[in-house]
Nanobody, 117 residues
Framework: QVQLVESGGGQVRPGGSLRLSCVAT????????MGWWRQTPGKEREFVGM???????NYAASVRGRFAISRNSAGNAMTLQMNSLKPEDTGVYYC???????????WGQGTQVTVSS
């Protein structure tokens, strides 16, 4: 049963932009917060940023000022606008939602982002 669906990954040159999207199915219940994580081979999954129900956002220092997260008014879809991309931003990006009752963490299948000249 699909619960988080991501889209928008791809390959871009350094300095370019990409936009990722994540849509949650109604089956995961009420969403408390949503966020993005990324992972490269041989490394642990790392936090990129998150958005709370009230719209407050929080970002990793490595992406602050370059990435922006937003959610739709229904609260079940999220985007990650990535600007001024660097090679070190390369990785598989995962959508995460903390939702339901009792709340639990949900993960998308991941989408590849490659920043290379």
């Amino acid at each position: 049963q699909v619960q988080l669906v991501e889209s928008g990954g791809g390959q871009v040159r350094p300095g370019g932009s990409l936009r990722l999207s994540c849509v949650a199915t109604s089956s995961i219940g009420d969403i408390i917060n949503m966020g993005w994580w990324r992972q490269t081979p041989g490394k642990e999954r790392e936090f990129v940023g998150m958005i709370l129900n009230g719209g407050t956002t929080n970002y990793a220092a490595s992406v602050r000022g370059r990435f922006a997260i937003s959610r739709n008014s229904a609260g079940n879809a999220m985007t990650l606008q990535m600007n001024s991309l660097k090679p070190e931003d390369t990785g598989v990006y995962y959508c995460n939602a903390f939702a339901g009752a009792p709340p639990r963490s949900y993960w998308g299948q991941g989408t590849q982002v490659t920043v290379s000249s």
